[in-house]
């Protein structure tokens, strides 16, 4: 695949056995995430940007660095993929990781074959976003909706390509109802 693998993680462990398997998977450039000017920076030479995130103990302190890649100005980088990849997944780390706008969350086994084909499902293939005052994200249904009626939301329709990173095909306020 024609993209560059932004690592979130330590530089060993869990962080150095995920760099390791996104270049077995074919990502030509992986690199450690060290911020969104960095990122952005890399956006203009490789315009595809998948941000794997390593497994923590705490999810939720993922956070502050998922909403810099969800609330970045540039449009290369707050679509990019997020994914995090669980060692031990609970029903709460996956909620966690919704509600902070991630595109999947892969668990064990992380075989190559198994993680080439669930990235795969995040290139070439239309995305539906939704984006409110606290979340940009996948479509969730109730997740991503406002949960009031008469509140604006915005609904995107996108699509990831290596060659031309991301393009926003349809961009349309809503209200809810």
Same mark, same amino acid.
């Given at each position: 695949?024609?993209?560059?693998?932004?690592?979130?993680?330590?530089?060993?462990?869990?962080?150095?056995?995920?760099?390791?398997?996104?270049?077995?998977?074919?990502?030509?450039?992986?690199?450690?995430?060290?911020?969104?000017?960095?990122?952005?920076?890399?956006?203009?030479?490789?315009?595809?940007?998948?941000?794997?995130?390593?497994?923590?103990?705490?999810?939720?302190?993922?956070?502050?660095?998922?909403?810099?890649?969800?609330?970045?100005?540039?449009?290369?980088?707050?679509?990019?993929?997020?994914?995090? *990849?669980?060692?031990?997944? %609970?029903?709460?780390?996956?909620?966690?990781?919704?509600?902070?706008?991630?595109?999947?969350?892969?668990?064990?086994?992380?075989?190559?074959?198994?993680? %080439?084909?669930?990235?795969?499902?995040?290139?070439?293939?239309?995305?539906?976003? *939704?984006?409110?005052?606290?979340?940009?994200?996948?479509?969730?249904?109730?997740?991503? %909706?406002?949960?009031?009626?008469?509140?604006?939301?915005?609904?995107?329709?996108?699509?990831?390509?290596?060659?031309?990173?991301? %393009?926003?095909?349809?961009?349309?306020?809503?209200?809810?109802?």
């Amino acid at each position: 695949m024609r993209a560059c693998a932004y690592v979130v993680g330590p530089p060993d462990g869990p962080g150095a056995a995920l760099m390791d398997l996104a270049r077995g998977i074919g990502f030509p450039t992986v690199l450690s995430y060290a911020g969104i000017a960095a990122a952005d920076t890399q956006a203009h030479q490789t315009p595809l940007l998948f941000f794997l995130f390593a497994a923590v103990d705490d999810v939720a302190g993922l956070k502050p660095v998922a909403d810099a890649i969800r609330f970045s100005p540039s449009r290369r980088i707050r679509f990019s993929p997020l994914v995090y *990849f669980s060692e031990s997944p %609970s029903a709460d780390a996956i909620k966690t990781c919704v509600e902070m706008g991630f595109d999947d969350v892969l668990t064990l086994p992380f075989t190559q074959q198994r993680v %080439s084909a669930r990235l795969d499902l995040l290139v070439e293939h239309t995305q539906v976003y *939704f984006e409110t005052a606290t979340y940009l994200g996948p479509d969730r249904g109730v997740r991503a %909706s406002p949960h009031r009626a008469g509140a604006q939301y915005r609904r995107l329709e996108l699509i990831r390509t290596p060659a031309r990173g991301v %393009s926003v095909m349809r961009d349309d306020m809503q209200v809810a109802v």
